[in-house]
């Protein structure tokens, strides 16, 4: 994770650079810093907690440079501390920023170690610092130092490094972590992510693997892994009209819950006509391999996967496909069997995470048919290296907690289910049904966004306690599985989900006056039988907050029943989700907890 931006410039560099990091913040909080360069000396200052502890820093010492580099840290080597945060230095020369994961930190440590070099942190990115010096020292430039390095180097990273020696240039160097230039007005600049410098520019040039590039005021060149001077695409990129402010919300997750109906409005914008789903919106030439597909490979993480695993059903059901499920950090490493015709789908909100692109780098090697992602973000390493992509267009989403992403992936997703059936020349009316209950859905979203009240009165029961259950069947078991994951996520209250009819082969042990339990009950085929395991656990004296269709009764003993508003039953695990998005969010609120940069998580996961 980490967020690192770099600036080499003719004005002063140290307020773009902090409000670069504040844009980042969501890529890891624990601790932050600054490195610039002032002819005779780096001004170095780092602070343990969120950016706006090092802009307090900033302003009361008022350091002065153009030239300078920063990061935003979500720890994985050594606690977040001040001596942990970058940049790291060597020697009061070389200052460094690192966004990855070094594998091979300990040999090489101890090789640095034998050569002279003492560690002050407990990272692993402290080594780079030093490595670069030890090179530097050794009359190498620069950019010699850099490739050097990275002959060394083992793992992930994206690094920006600045020498006391040189007061002009930045050097920076990509390798699975992302990376990218943006090309300003006398002065050039390098981020994580084009939000950090969306407000500087619109015109980015995204590195690829391998690649090394100096930057200065006037001019940046780009090397590849081979030491060869390249030219990469300028891409125009207009971040500043993306909202990204909370405006009259108290956080960025309730203003994205409230944002539903119109983000999924724009995910099925452009992409349905008349009765049915347009041709090729996962781009050029995708009808045609879809009429060649015969299974498919969901791969994702967190909620992503938890939408995958509702598009399962669909694709079984709509698409008349059988379709796997992985979690991307597992997926590798069972030895999958590929069978011919198999089309791989991940899906992320970022499309940097590390664990998902590994997946898509260890498939591609496969004998799939292809490749396809659902995406929020059009420029992410995803995007580009899947053969096959769709927008969710839901907008930045800067909570930590995924709430319009993963309804917009469920629309996506479903878009691709009729895509499919719409090849394979399936389900016709089946299709024109679903776009229907689509064009709706917006609506629909609405008037379900109107059972906050309600959900006010329970919010506070569930606030004072310290674990809870979600339970859903079929296909609103990933959904019950997504309730659980959001109230953990930002309220830190322990939450599980089951399948209901598994209850009594297990957790039923766990059900007292203390367990709240909160139950998805549509109407469907199972309701009756769903219906049937809450009663078990209302005779075993549980809680039971029930969001059910108008058609279900039950006599609640305690908790109660909340009728949800009628919607398609295959669109209904979209319906369904939001109530459980509002629940976490009151809950959380309650409990005092940083809803939008909860404890330890970070938005965009890039390291595996
Ligand atoms: C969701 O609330 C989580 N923050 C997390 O599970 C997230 O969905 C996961 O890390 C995957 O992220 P991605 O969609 O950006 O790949």
Redesign the pocket.
């Known amino acids: 994770m980490c967020g690192i931006i770099a600036a080499a410039s003719n004005r002063n560099v140290g307020k773009l650079l902090v409000q670069g990091l504040h844009k980042m913040e969501y890529r890891g909080y624990d601790s932050a810093g600054i490195a610039l360069h002032q002819i005779d000396k780096i001004a170095h200052l780092r602070t343990l907690g969120k950016v706006n502890l090092l802009e307090e820093k900033m302003i009361a010492e008022k350091p002065k440079s153009k030239l300078g580099i920063a990061h935003t840290r979500w720890a994985t080597h050594g606690e977040p501390s001040e001596e942990n945060a970058h940049p790291h230095k060597s020697n009061e020369r070389v200052y460094i920023v690192h966004n990855g994961i070094i594998e091979n930190y300990l040999d090489l440590k101890e090789f640095l170690k034998k050569e002279g070099y003492t560690f002050s942190s407990q990272t692993d990115s402290e080594l780079i610092a030093h490595m670069l010096e030890y090179f530097l020292n050794k009359g190498n430039s620069m950019l010699d130092s850099m490739y050097l390095t990275k002959e060394k180097l083992e793992g992930a990273y994206a690094i920006a490094a600045i020498d006391k020696e040189d007061d002009k240039n930045v050097m920076i160097a990509r390798s699975k972590s992302p990376l990218l230039i943006g090309v300003g007005v006398d002065e050039f600049l390098a981020a994580s992510d084009p939000l950090a410098i969306g407000q500087l520019t619109n015109e980015f040039v995204f590195l690829e693997d391998g690649d090394v590039a100096e930057l200065s005021s006037e001019s940046y060149t780009i090397y590849d892994a081979e030491k060869t001077e390249v030219q990469r695409e300028v891409t125009q990129i207009d971040i500043s009209s993306q909202s990204t402010s909370k405006g009259d919300y108290k956080h960025f997750m309730e203003k994205e819950i409230y944002e539903q109906p119109d983000a999924i409005l724009n995910t099925i914008d452009g992409r349905v006509g008349g009765e049915d789903v347009l041709d090729n919106i996962f781009g050029l030439g995708s009808s045609e391999i879809f009429e060649k597909v015969k299974r498919i490979q969901i791969v994702?993480?967190?909620?992503?996967?938890h939408a995958g695993r509702v598009a399962a059903n669909w694709f079984s059901s709509i698409s008349e496909l059988p379709t796997q499920t992985d979690y991307a950090s597992e997926y590798r490493y069972r030895n999958p069997h590929v069978d011919e015709d198999s089309l791989l789908v991940t899906?992320?909100?970022?499309?940097?995470?590390a664990d998902?692109l590994a997946a898509l780098r260890y498939a591609k090697e496969k004998n799939y048919l292809s490749t396809l992602c659902i995406c929020?973000v059009p420029t992410s390493s995803l995007a580009r290296e899947s053969d096959y992509s769709i927008f969710t267009n839901a907008g930045p989403e800067i909570g930590?907690?995924?709430?319009k992403?993963?309804t917009t992936q469920l629309a996506a997703l479903m878009l691709l289910a009729l895509s499919l059936a719409k090849s394979r020349k399936i389900n016709p009316k089946l299709r024109t049904r679903v776009i229907t209950a689509l064009r709706s859905l917006p609506d629909t979203i609405q008037e379900t966004l109107k059972l906050k009240d309600t959900i006010l009165e329970i919010a506070p029961e569930i606030a004072n306690k310290d674990n809870a259950l979600f339970l859903g069947r079929g296909i609103f078991y990933p959904i019950a599985k997504e309730g659980a994951?959001?109230l953990k996520?930002i309220s830190y209250i322990h939450a599980e989900a089951y399948p209901a009819g598994e209850l009594k082969h297990g957790p039923l042990a766990l059900i007292d006056e203390e367990m709240p339990v909160i139950a998805l009950a549509p109407e469907s085929e199972i309701a009756e039988k769903l219906v049937s395991n809450l009663e078990e656990v209302k005779a075993r004296g549980g809680t039971i907050y029930v969001f059910a269709d108008p058609s279900i009764t039950m006599d609640l003993k305690s908790g109660k029943l909340i009728n949800m508003p009628k919607c398609d039953f295959l669109l209904t695990p979209i319906i369904y989700t939001i109530p459980l998005q509002i629940l976490s969010y009151e809950v959380a609120l309650l409990r005092g907890t940083d809803i939008d940069q909860p404890r330890n998580?970070a938005?965009?996961?890039t390291v595996e």
């Open positions: 994702a993480c967190g909620t992503s996967l899906i992320s909100q970022s499309g940097e995470t998902t929020n930590v907690a995924s709430t992403a993963f994951l959001k996520e998580l938005k965009s996961v």
